[in-house]
Structures are given as structure tokens and as C-alpha cells.
């Protein structure tokens, strides 16, 4: 029998432990001992809980319990999931976390640490939720240069996106339904600005260049003003505008990593995924584009990820599990005004012919993008590709454009 | 330094040795040692291999080294392949392969081998190409009931349906096409009928399981009698014509394994999947849909998955891989006959109005298929699910009807 404790009993960590009561026999064939989840450390109660008797608000009973060898973290938050977790990895625990702004934001010191102790941290659930993406990356595809990786990261943001485009919703109202259904948090600004796909984007780079990328070196943008137009044009031009989280290999030292909505062709397989499931595409000098599609959150996928780590901690009591990652100051990103993507241009002028013979002047090639019943005046296209910082400055020469839009062509 | 010996350079295995030179680096820093390509069992030569010198004609030369820890089949075929694999897990060493055809016809006996003498065998390769779904399967769902699993499982089947569909060709044409492009062999009959998609559904089905599938016991379809008139009824219905492997769990010793082409509609991702790439679906009770998309096959898509199960050996060369499944008499697998499925057909008859009215007294509710410049006296429906020995009877009681074509609605 193999003890484990939960820290935090809301919706994933009350997931985990349905599924270790629900599928004891599976887990058991697994393991071959049985799993006992010895303690819950909750602030609530939880009377109606199978494992009732085992709730404390005590950290220390776990963090002092010997018997004690994997530590499940499902609290949330950086603090006091960081020390906790910390102190766990300290007393040679291995410790699963379903908790990725845990990890975007401690990862490397807390891999350095289990791996000092001999002890496993392992966060398959951070991200994808119940789709399987950072074992496949770390042990699947070993025997790859990985080259690129680009997802829809969020689920929020690619159900407001999918009713924007097949329905014709305005975001407002996509958002409304998102948060009537409980897609959306009440403050959905993690989601919408970007910066829960910056978290797992991050991650999923750390984990492919091995080095740490906090996401505070990362440029985040959200989809709070992608309109209705930009939806139509998208489609128009052959695509969808999705919210991509995209990491990119430029040399041994230098990586181009965004987050940003962006058109996504509809050849691409990610230009297929819809509401609020996600997808990442993994691209290998071997294996070529991989795809991983599932549901990225919720509580059931997301617990049995964590239970999947917990399994695999304790088929690795006395082995380690190869899974680091080096510190890093953030100086191999690429400031993203130096990233090279075509971009596309919507905005209003007084004689859009003129506009377009202008921007025409500028840019030299542009691909001129219609749409029905736009208004008067309307000019949207798209330009070659150049570096963002030489489209901004050649963007404002366009004297007699107003610029509303500007969105990246993700070259998925 | 870790030893390891390579049986075949062929296609994949001159992959694999040519990975485990240009990945070294990558590897060592995976590992934290280096690993020795000792031998080559190969009865050609090639001098131009940076391993020219460790090529023998002789298995003994890996069989009796003790040095050889792991031991990489990449021969194809059952002989001997077969005896070589049983030796080698028999005096203690790991085996790799990416033989499909091995892993179907004597999977659980070599694991049993395997499992006795505290040694791995792992295939990765054998199922998906480059693409993570063996390790997935066992290791990230493992806190998952899989209640199905659905693929397309055959690239060049896959490609031929693709031009068939998107470019109005015949099979023949398609065939040929893919022939020249490298795609199909010259004898293409493992592939058009099926054979393959029904070893990689069978080792799928037996790791999902945990008992071991064989191929004889499954009811297998190829592509070769699937016609334009057909791909253009499955688009009017709203999908494409795939082939696709299929296993359903029905119940708790009872499950519905199936290799045929089906109709497939366009919500589902497996539609989405098109030219030689491969895409798997896997159903769990927590995770929902959980899809594997890429290229099934190649030289180095398989021969990096080869090379990490390689890599995943030597990590576990003490501790076992939990990677097993049980021998069966495969009294569990449901007669096809039984399997319940909607189904289309397609016929001829002198009067189709007639013979729609007759389709329809016999079948019940039924929908009628239309498509462009569709000759006289041609019908098409859909009927209801039912088991296909129903569906069989009902057909021949339509005595107007001549029918040419049947094809299964997969529910997918």
C-alpha cells in the first residue's frame, strides 16, 4: 500500500479523488499495490466525502507524515502552493501538480530540487488538461530536435472564437454564454488577455528547449478586441482566427515564442478544433507534425492526467523520472518586435481605393481581402512577412489609413 | 556506455542508426550516458554506414554478448523475426520493435517472456508511426475505463481515399499514383485490404483490454470495391470515406472490433485527417475524446519512436515497464454479424422510385442520398442502426433492388 496525500479538494483535486476511489481495480492492475489517499488538506469540510475522515487543515501532517511518498497539489494559485510544494519536494516527496502558473512561474527550482532529493515532480495536467502532451514530448519524442510548437491552449477563448465565427456572435455576447455555461470565470480575464495560454505555452517550451521561460518575457495578447469583421475576413482568406500559443526554434540560443490570436489557414489541424477543446501541434526533425486533440480543462480529464503522474511517482519511488529543465535569465527570447510573421490590416478611410494604393506604396505586395456588406470606406489585406517592427513603422506611413485591426497569419 | 544491437537496416533500421548518430548529443543528455551501437545483424553490407564495422550475418554474435542490453528489431515479418525476439527476452535482454505484424501475431507471449525474465518489450513503432500512442494509451490514461478506439490507421490507404475524394480519381488511379509516389508496394495487398489497419487495431485493442486480440478473429475490410459514385454519396451526407480500424468495449468480456471503410461526418477530427497521415481517437470515461494525429509511417517517424522505447529500456533496465496484456482465444471479440451499425447502400434497379418504396417497407425510416449527374435507376440510402446479419436479410428482401455497394456509418 502506497500512501498519498491531496493538498486542495476543489474541482480538480475533488476529481482526483473520485478517480482513485472510482477506479481503484484499474489503478490497482496498474500498480500492483493499492493506492491509499491518507490525507485531504482542505480548509473546508467535506462530509459527504468518501475519505471524510481524512481531511486536515494542518499542512504539517503531510509535510511530517513519513509514510507519505507522493503529494498530489491541486490548490491553485502561487502562494502557498509554492512552499508547500517546496517543502514537500524538500522531504524527498514526489509531488504531481495540476497547477501551471505554479510551474510557468517555479518550474526550474522546483525540478532542481526534486531532482536533488531523487524525487519526481511531474505536471502532465498543467497543461492540455487530460490530453496527454508533456510525456509524449518529453519521453515520445526524445529522439527529436523539436523545431516548433504552436496550440490552442485555451478552452475559454476557443469556445468565444467558435461562436464568433459559426455563429456570427459579437465577443461580448460570445463571452456572456461562455460564463452562463461555466466555461468563463466571472472575471475572465486569465483566460480572454492571454494569459493562461502564456502559462502552458511556457511550459511546454521549457520543457522542449530546456530551458526556463518565465511568461513574463513572453508577448501576450488576448482576444478582447478581435470583432465580427475580423472573423468574416478570416474566412474570407481561407482561415479562422484562433488565440495561438506559438514557441519557435530560431538557433541554439534564440527562440520566438507569442501569444497572440492569429488566422490560422483551414488546412491546418488546428483551424478544425473547436468550443473549448485544444489542440497542440508538436513539429519534429523526425517525426514531422504531431497533433494532440482533447479537452484541455474540466474536472474529470484534468484529475485523470494527475492520477496518471501519481501512478507513474510511484512506479519511480526509487528511480527518477528524466523530466528538467535548466534556469534561465529569459535572454534567448526574441523580442517580438523582431519576429517575422505576415500580418493583417483592417481599418476605415475616407476613400479605401486610395488607402489601398497607399498601403500598396508602403508594404509593396499586399493581398486585398473582401467581405460582404462591409461599409464605405473599409480596407482590410494582408501583407508578406517582415519583422513586427518594421510592419509597425511602415503601418503608420499609411497616412490616409485608420488602422482598427491588426492581426498575425500564423504559418501553421 | 550502453550497448545496444540492431537486427534489420532496412528502412526503419537504417532510420534508427542513423538517429542514434545524428541525435547523440540529444540522446546522452536524455539518458546521462552513451549509447554503443554494437552489432548490425544484416545479411547485406554497407560500407558507407558510420556503423559499417559492427555489421555481422550472424544473431548469435547479439544473442550470446552480454554486454547487449537492448536489442532493436526492425527485420518485419513473423520469421525470424519471431525466434530472434524470443531468444534475445529469454537471456534477460530488452527488445524493441516496430514489427506490427510480430507484436499482432504473438504479442502476449513475448510479453510474458518479457515480464518473466524482468526485461522489457516495447512498440511503440508498431502502431502510429512517429506518433505517441502506445505510451499515451498505457501510461497517461491509465486512471481511464477506455470504453473505444477508433483510427485511421493506414496511410496509404488513407491517401488513395484522399485523392478519390478531393480529386475525383478511381482507386485504380489512386493506387497507381501511389505507387509512383512511393506510398503503396508493388504488392499492395496488405494495405488495400486491410491487413495492416487490423495488426495496429489489434495491438491497440489488446493494450486497451488487457487481452490479446488476434488478427484472424476480426472481420476485415479493404477499399478496393469503394467507387467515385460512393465518395460522392458520403459527401452529399456530409462526411468522407475512411478505413477505419475499430474496437469497441460492450461490456465487461465482450468487444466490437471491426476493420472497414465507413462513412465517416465531418464533425468528427478523424474526417480532417487526409493524404498518408495517420489519426487515432481514444475515448475515455474521464478524459472524453483524446485524438493522435501524424504521420504513421516513414523512415524517421518510425524509427524515432524506435529509438525512444530504446531510450525509455535503458532508463528502466532494472525497474519493469507495466506494458502487458493477458493471452486470449479471443471468445471475447463479438461475432461482426452482431455488430449494430447504420449502414449505406447503393444499388441499381430498374425503377429506383419503385425500389426506394420497397427499401423503405423492408428497412423501416430510411435517407435517401442524392448526388449529381446520378444515373437512371441509381439509389442510395442510409438506414437505421441495426445488426449487420439484420441488415444482410432486410437487403435481400428488396427484391428490386440490385445492390453494389454497402459501406458501414461509423459513430465516431
Chains 1, 2 share one sequence.
Not at 245 to 261: F, M, N, Q, Y
Not at 291 to 304: E, H, N
Not at 312 to 320: A, E, Q, S, Y
Request: some cysteine; proline content about 3%.
Amino acid at each position: 500500500m502506497i500512501s498519498v496525500a491531496l493538498m486542495g479538494h476543489g474541482v480538480v483535486g475533488s476529481g482526483v479523488a473520485e478517480i482513485l476511489y472510482t477506479h481503484k481495480q484499474k489503478l490497482f492492475a496498474a500498480i500492483g499495490e493499492e493506492i491509499d489517499l491518507k490525507h485531504i488538506l482542505d480548509l473546508r469540510e467535506f462530509p459527504d466525502s468518501p475519505f471524510a475522515d481524512r481531511f486536515t487543515k494542518d499542512f504539517n501532517v503531510i509535510a511530517d507524515d513519513i509514510e507519505v511518498r507522493v503529494v498530489v497539489e491541486t490548490m491553485g494559485g502561487l502562494h502557498p502552493a509554492y512552499e508547500f510544494v517546496k517543502e514537500c519536494l524538500s522531504r524527498g516527496k514526489s509531488v504531481v501538480t495540476s497547477n501551471k502558473e505554479l510551474v510557468a512561474a517555479y518550474g526550474a527550482e522546483l525540478l532542481s530540487i526534486a531532482s536533488q532529493q531523487s524525487a519526481n515532480f511531474l505536471f502532465e495536467a498543467s497543461v492540455g488538461g487530460g490530453i496527454p502532451i508533456i510525456r509524449p514530448i518529453n519521453q515520445c519524442l526524445v529522439a527529436n530536435n523539436v523545431s516548433e510548437i504552436a496550440g490552442i491552449l485555451n478552452g475559454t477563448t476557443n469556445f468565444i472564437l467558435t461562436k464568433m465565427f459559426y455563429e456570427g456572435m459579437g465577443f461580448d455576447e460570445a463571452l456572456k454564454l461562455a460564463q452562463e455555461l461555466g466555461y468563463a470565470e466571472r472575471n475572465p480575464e486569465a483566460d480572454v488577455e492571454g494569459h493562461d495560454a502564456c502559462r502552458k505555452i511556457c511550459i511546454l517550451a521549457s520543457l522542449a528547449f530546456g530551458k526556463h521561460i518565465y511568461p513574463d518575457a513572453v508577448h501576450t495578447e488576448g482576444i478582447t478586441k478581435i470583432t465580427a469583421a475580423d472573423v468574416a475576413y478570416a474566412e474570407s482568406w481561407g482561415g479562422v482566427i484562433k488565440l495561438i500559443g506559438s514557441v519557435k526554434k530560431l538557433g541554439r540560443d534564440c527562440i520566438d515564442i507569442i501569444v497572440a490570436p492569429m488566422f490560422v489557414p483551414s488546412h491546418s489541424q488546428l483551424s478544425s478544433i473547436d468550443d473549448v477543446f485544444n489542440g497542440i501541434m508538436v513539429r519534429g526533425d523526425c517525426t514531422g507534425d504531431v497533433v494532440f486533440y482533447g479537452k484541455g480543462a474540466g474536472k474529470l480529464p484534468t484529475a485523470s492526467a494527475v492520477v496518471a503522474d501519481v501512478v507513474d511517482c510511484i512506479k519511480h519511488l526509487k528511480t527518477r523520472k528524466y523530466l528538467s529543465w535548466a534556469d534561465s535569465d529569459n535572454s534567448s527570447v526574441l523580442p517580438y518586435e523582431q519576429s517575422v510573421r505576415a500580418m493583417y490590416v483592417r481599418g476605415v478611410a475616407d476613400d479605401a481605393a486610395a488607402a489601398y494604393d497607399e498601403a500598396k506604396a508602403v508594404f509593396g505586395e499586399i493581398h486585398r481581402l473582401s467581405r460582404e456588406n462591409a461599409p464605405q470606406g473599409e480596407l482590410a489585406f494582408i501583407t508578406e512577412p517582415m519583422e513586427f517592427r518594421c510592419f509597425e513603422k511602415r503601418l503608420a506611413e499609411v497616412k490616409s489609413l485608420k488602422a482598427e485591426s491588426v492581426i498575425r497569419i500564423g504559418d501553421l
